[in-house]
């Protein structure tokens, strides 16, 4: 489906006559479903959609429903005659992404117009694989916040295209939650791009899927605009728990900071790739990306890549990383207070866990979160045992 609103840098060469990705692409080095994303076909026949108190919005990768409210109004994206984004600023397309753009079958355009505390919930159902399209647009001086939910109702794969625009001075809060219990796929394409002064934060939980991935793309293109992303994953059996950020400082006086957080059991991955690009002429950027692993079996695997490209002086940048099992001596210190080894793991990996969840912005949906980790662990520790 040809879709107006979509740049023509990501329709107008047909996904055929780019090259097929390969295990060699950096982008997707360790993911094992190149076959599935070189050449795929959505479904046509949509589950139908039901209206449910718990969510403003529900949406099945074509069409949508949406509550009334004085705090947002919502468009359809194939009703949209002009393009939401007509530059971006090194983000790289491949086959795969060609594909998303090339293949959606409808979304919408949520804007956000009125500050509001609530959280504005979006469900996403389907039965097979969904090319959906969510756009949010938060407008001048506005503050919000969003949950995009891949949960029970999302039985087949998705390929989310997610697209996000921060007016001027206006600050948003977006919570994706993976924790779909089926064999599924989960790959979100998200690009955001950052006016003077707006501010975008975005966290992530992947607790589900057979894979999960969130390829986040941002440009920092107002003066002292900031991104921050912080995110917790837990693998078991054989699932992978994706990650990729790139943040490009092309504005003065911009902030970014990553966190992100897992453990892992079973024979399940991880892969976190954290690139800070810092533009010419972006002094006074300060910016931060970190991401820690613990591995709770010998099978289990996390590939952690922070890079850093610094085109301009002036700026304060650091990363850091680490993969590993628990610190022995942080179990002597738990266990010399009177506690068994097992339940000292527990509370150390729940501790692990606290300093992402107990940050501003996580109080929607921290204590569901803390819940599915704890029941993950506890099957990951009786397989093991």
């Given at each position: 489906m040809s879709i107006k609103a979509f740049s023509e840098s990501v329709t107008s060469k047909n996904y055929v006559d780019i090259p097929k990705i390969s295990v060699k692409d950096e982008d997707w080095k360790y993911t094992k479903i190149i076959d599935e994303i070189n050449d795929f076909e959505p479904i046509k026949n949509f589950v139908d959609l039901k209206a449910t108190d718990e969510f403003e919005i529900i949406t099945n990768g074509a069409e949508y429903l949406a509550k009334e409210s004085n705090y947002f109004q919502t468009e359809d994206i194939r009703l949209l005659g002009s393009q939401l984004v007509s530059e971006y600023y090194k983000r790289p397309f491949d086959r795969f992404i060609a594909q998303q753009y090339q293949k959606c079958s409808g979304g919408f355009l949520l804007s956000l117009i009125k500050n509001n505390e609530e959280t504005i919930k979006i469900d996403v159902h389907s039965n097979g694989l969904i090319v959906p399209y969510i756009g949010i647009s938060c407008e001048k001086n506005v503050t919000s916040k969003i949950l995009i939910n891949f949960g029970e109702n999302l039985q087949g794969s998705a390929y989310p295209i997610i697209e996000i625009f921060g007016h001027e001075n206006s600050s948003l809060e977006v919570i994706i939650n993976t924790s779909s219990v089926h064999d599924i796929e989960i790959i979100n394409s998200i690009y955001a791009?950052?006016?003077?002064?707006?501010?975008?934060?975005?966290?992530?939980?992947?607790?589900?899927?057979?894979?999960?991935?969130?390829?986040?793309?941002?440009?920092?293109?107002?003066?002292?605009?900031?991104?921050?992303?912080?995110?917790?994953?837990?693998?078991?059996?054989?699932?992978?728990?994706?990650?990729r950020v790139f943040v490009n400082h092309i504005a003065k006086r911009t902030t970014s900071n990553m966190l992100t957080k897992g453990v892992l059991g079973d024979s399940s991955k991880s892969v976190f790739t954290g690139t800070i690009h810092i533009a010419e002429g972006a002094q006074k950027t300060e910016s931060h990306q970190e991401n820690r692993n613990i591995l709770l079996s010998d099978t289990a695997s996390a590939q952690s890549v922070p890079n850093l490209e610094i085109l301009c002086d002036d700026v304060i940048c650091g990363h850091g990383s680490s993969v590993g099992p628990l610190d022995e001596k942080l179990f002597h210190y738990v266990m010399s207070r009177g506690i068994e080894r097992e339940g000292a793991e527990k509370l150390l990996i729940n501790g692990f866990f606290n300093e992402v969840l107990k940050q501003n912005g996580w109080e929607e949906i921290s204590e569901t979160v803390a819940k599915t980790i704890l029941e993950k662990y506890e099957k990951v520790r009786k397989g093991k045992n």
């Amino acid at each position: 489906m040809s879709i107006k609103a979509f740049s023509e840098s990501v329709t107008s060469k047909n996904y055929v006559d780019i090259p097929k990705i390969s295990v060699k692409d950096e982008d997707w080095k360790y993911t094992k479903i190149i076959d599935e994303i070189n050449d795929f076909e959505p479904i046509k026949n949509f589950v139908d959609l039901k209206a449910t108190d718990e969510f403003e919005i529900i949406t099945n990768g074509a069409e949508y429903l949406a509550k009334e409210s004085n705090y947002f109004q919502t468009e359809d994206i194939r009703l949209l005659g002009s393009q939401l984004v007509s530059e971006y600023y090194k983000r790289p397309f491949d086959r795969f992404i060609a594909q998303q753009y090339q293949k959606c079958s409808g979304g919408f355009l949520l804007s956000l117009i009125k500050n509001n505390e609530e959280t504005i919930k979006i469900d996403v159902h389907s039965n097979g694989l969904i090319v959906p399209y969510i756009g949010i647009s938060c407008e001048k001086n506005v503050t919000s916040k969003i949950l995009i939910n891949f949960g029970e109702n999302l039985q087949g794969s998705a390929y989310p295209i997610i697209e996000i625009f921060g007016h001027e001075n206006s600050s948003l809060e977006v919570i994706i939650n993976t924790s779909s219990v089926h064999d599924i796929e989960i790959i979100n394409s998200i690009y955001a791009e950052l006016s003077k002064d707006s501010s975008l934060s975005i966290h992530t939980v992947s607790t589900g899927g057979r894979f999960s991935r969130n390829r986040i793309d941002v440009d920092l293109k107002g003066d002292g605009s900031n991104f921050l992303i912080d995110g917790v994953y837990f693998g078991e059996n054989s699932q992978i728990h994706d990650n990729r950020v790139f943040v490009n400082h092309i504005a003065k006086r911009t902030t970014s900071n990553m966190l992100t957080k897992g453990v892992l059991g079973d024979s399940s991955k991880s892969v976190f790739t954290g690139t800070i690009h810092i533009a010419e002429g972006a002094q006074k950027t300060e910016s931060h990306q970190e991401n820690r692993n613990i591995l709770l079996s010998d099978t289990a695997s996390a590939q952690s890549v922070p890079n850093l490209e610094i085109l301009c002086d002036d700026v304060i940048c650091g990363h850091g990383s680490s993969v590993g099992p628990l610190d022995e001596k942080l179990f002597h210190y738990v266990m010399s207070r009177g506690i068994e080894r097992e339940g000292a793991e527990k509370l150390l990996i729940n501790g692990f866990f606290n300093e992402v969840l107990k940050q501003n912005g996580w109080e929607e949906i921290s204590e569901t979160v803390a819940k599915t980790i704890l029941e993950k662990y506890e099957k990951v520790r009786k397989g093991k045992n």
